[in-house]
Each structure stands twice: as C-alpha cells, then as structure tokens.
C-alpha cells in the first residue's frame, strides 16, 4: 500500500476516519445504555465496553489537548498558566470534597478521598499542557 501524499486525500480519509470513530462511539453508548437500562449501572460498569469507551474519550481528551496547544499563542507564559491551573483545580477540589462531606450518610473522610481524587485526576492533564505549551515555547525561541 502506497503512503497518500495528495492532501485533498488526506483530509478526506481523516473525514472518513472521524465518521467511523463517532459511529463507533455512538454504538458503544448504545449498547451501555441498553445495559443501564436493562440491568442497572453496576452490571453496565462491568461491561467491558465500559472499560473501552473511557480509555478512548481520555486518549481523545489528551490528543484534542495537543491540538488546542498548538492553536494558543505563544504570548503566555506556560509556568504563570500552570500555577493559575493548579489553584483553580485546588479550589474545585476542595470545594467539592467539602460539599461531599456536608452530604447526608457522607462523612469528612469521604470528602478529602473525594476532594483528593479529583485533584489527582486534574493535576495529570495540568502537567501535560503545561508540558506542551513549554515544549511550543522553546520550538518558538528555537526559530
């Protein structure tokens, strides 16, 4: 198979691809919903299509983060928007783990387990855009 070097072919097979993954996916919430339906939400979360449809909108997710990198000027600085990142994601955090702990049959525990996954799960894609925009940055000075 030969290497497509026409772009107008380029851009019609990345179309083509962008059909199948958003039909993929609306399959795959379908077949969930059907078992969220049918079965309840525990037994849909055992679903392997679970497992399937998470790891591809998180590999989305970071794959549309590189894009909109890219897109962003330059002008800012990457270390001013990680620490400005960081305390956003401090405040959501705390606010939500306090929330959590004020809730009925909830305990403090329960908020800082909370509070503190969810700071853990938002400091990863933090890093990685501040890696990014660091790498573009350099590429600038670079040129």
Known sequence: MKKITD????????????????????????????DAVTKGLDRMRDNPLWLVFMITTVISAYLSMSISV??????KSPKKNLGVSIIVLLLISTVLG???????GYNVIDGVICGGILFICGIFPTFY???????????????
């Open 7 to 34: 772009e107008r072919l380029i851009v019609k097979n990345l179309k083509n691809i962008r059909i199948a993954y958003i039909l993929q996916t609306l399959g795959i919430i379908g077949i969930l919903a059907y």
């Open 70 to 75: 890219e897109h962003e000027n330059v002008e």
């Open 98 to 104: 306090f929330l959590v702990s004020k809730s009925a």
């Open 129 to 143: 855009v501040f890696k990014l925009r660091k790498k573009q940055q350099d590429e600038q000075i670079d040129k």
